[in-house]
């Protein structure tokens, strides 16, 4: 595992934990909304993206590898 690899591990538990933390806040009062079912689909939508965004910037620190050292 390279640096990249348990950066972006990381960074994705604590969007995780972040992500459910934000959830558990929004049903604190016993009732759901609809603008807080909002909130948590951008909550997920946005931590999609991080975590997709991390994974491009995995994949491309291996570019310089040579083939065979390449992660598969």
Known sequence: MTYEDAKADA?????????????TWR???????????????GDDVRDAIGNAGDEIRR????????VEKRPV
């Open 59 to 66: 994949d491309a620190s291996h570019m310089d590898d040579p």
């Open 27 to 41: 049903k604190a009062d016993g009732d759901e909304s609809v603008s807080d079912k909002v909130a948590n689909a």
């Open 11 to 23: 960074k994705e538990g604590m969007r995780n934990a972040e992500n459910k933390a934000k959830e």
